[in-house]
């Protein structure tokens, strides 16, 4: 119901549009395809594109990941959610 997509929206500060990745720190989620998906994505449409949500990592492992991948630039367009 639209009452309840406006509390979870609330809830969480979600975006009006966005992507959402549940997932976390295992391999077999393949954090890395999703980022480096989204990084190629980012680069053709800017900040035009939804806001990427992930679930089921932190700020320091993403940092380290995003690092690691050497993707730098749309990390502003990644917003962080704790438990689902």
């Known amino acids: 119901t639209a009452a309840m ?11 009006c549009r966005f992507i959402f990745f549940l997932g976390n720190t295992e391999p077999r989620k393949n ?3 999703v980022l480096k998906a989204y990084a190629k994505l980012w680069q053709r449409k800017g900040d035009e594109l939804p806001m990427l949500v992930v679930k089921g990592i932190d700020s320091s492992f993403l940092s380290r990941k ?13 917003k962080l959610i704790g438990y689902v």
């Not at 997509?5 to 975006?15: N, R, S």
């Not at 995003?66 to 502003?76: A, C, D, I, K, Q």
């Open 5 to 15: 997509l406006k509390e979870v929206t609330a809830c969480y500060d979600l975006p």
């Open 31 to 33: 954090l890395d395809g």
């Open 66 to 78: 995003m690092t690691e991948l050497s993707l730098t630039g749309f990390e502003h367009r990644v």
